[in-house]
């Protein structure tokens, strides 16, 4: 089969695309055998593991699947941006769209972080009221709104219902509305796009085999310190909690809020502010009169790899390059931060034979008048990093 153009022009996209569609089977599976409640949620995770092996795989699928989605959806922004995709006119309302998916992804990972009620999921519960309550004015409202109304069933409704379905509406503003008027519509689009993914999910499919998440307490116990420097999805919701790793006060909550805040809204809205790709183009040859020389230098200067490598092979080998150094300069800090988060070995210690019964919210549950370290985010942060140290 001949993969069209386009299809290879967003390659990243049709792979997010995809891999959308494996967390909607996946996640479809899972929901027959979950049990929204505080005392059993847990306990029905567990029992696929011992149990029904199969879809205990995809359950690990279904994680380590989210974890791709995110480095997909990253690196499909990046192309787009340095194809500067935001200046073409009718690409605009595409750009805003697809920025604004970043928000029920961002909520897909913390809902789907919070369910399964493992003690990690438990101490990301206690911990996201907390950020939220950075958010100016509204903020010690919404946090005290997020502790009241949060129940298994409501987090459940979230994950399934309301923010599939608002990511199916911008979705399809996004790119479905116009792949449905290509030839062959959406399901040649799939069906391409399928073969361009089937590395990447076998890749996936071999995590989920090799690196289980451990839910098998107290029979099988988890390494105080199992997760390091193993990437896991959780890692691009830590991030904005590492600053108070790092810093205090007023410093953690610019680096961990304002900042990516700022960034977000900026990124949303810049191009609004910015002439069609036209105009600009024509703008910019007026403004530098000795830009053509400035381009035809750069092409002596490459001309011997061109030689070799042929002018198609050389414009592509350049683009893909920028890529790769644009996603490694996100990528490698996020690991420098994240690395040393122990995520799965959290059933060392709150587990049976511990005493701490896996699964059951502590007598504090909700309550920041009997343990004040609720609401401390140093400290929530600095047990999450080093259980071993703080405690």
Known sequence: ??????????????????????????????????????NEAYASVQYLYNELSA???????????????????????????????????????????????????????????ILPWEWRGYWFMEMVPNYAGEIPLIGPSLSSFLLDAFTMPRALVVHVVILPIITLVLLDIHTLSKIKRRAGGLFLYVREHGLLTTPFLLIIGILAYALPMPSQDPAIIPMPLEGERIPTAEWFVLI???????????????FGFYIPLA??????????????????????????????????????????????????????????????????????????????????????????TAGNRMGLPPPTFKDREINPNLKDNTFMVEHWFYPQVVW
């Open 1 to 38: 089969m001949k993969i069209k153009q386009y299809h290879w022009h967003h390659f990243f996209g049709g792979i997010a695309l995809l891999l959308l569609i494996v967390q909607l089977l996946s996640g479809s599976v899972l929901t027959l055998f979950y049990t929204p409640h505080l």
């Open 55 to 113: 879809v205990a795989w995809v359950r690990d699928t279904h994680r380590w699947a989210a974890l791709f989605l995110v480095l997909a959806v990253i690196m499909h922004f990046i192309r787009s941006f340095l194809r500067k995709d935001y200046l073409v006119r009718e690409s605009k309302t595409l750009w805003l769209t697809g920025i604004l998916l970043f928000l029920p992804l961002l909520g897909f990972l913390v809902t789907g972080f």
């Open 240 to 254: 904005f909690y590492v600053p108070y790793l790092y810093f205090k006060g007023v410093g953690a909550t610019l």
């Open 263 to 352: 960034i977000f809204l900026v990124l949303a809205i810049f191009p609004y502010f910015l002439r069609a790709k036209g105009n600009a183009v024509a703008d910019k040859t007026k403004r530098e009169p000795h830009a053509a020389d400035k381009k035809g230098g750069l092409r002596r200067l490459l001309s011997p790899l061109r030689k070799i490598m042929g002018e198609r092979a050389l414009t592509k080998t350049a683009g893909a390059l920028t890529v790769f150094l644009a996603a490694m300069a996100l990528f490698i800090p996020l690991y420098a931060v994240s690395y040393a988060s122990p995520t799965m070995g959290c059933n060392s210690c709150h587990n049976l």
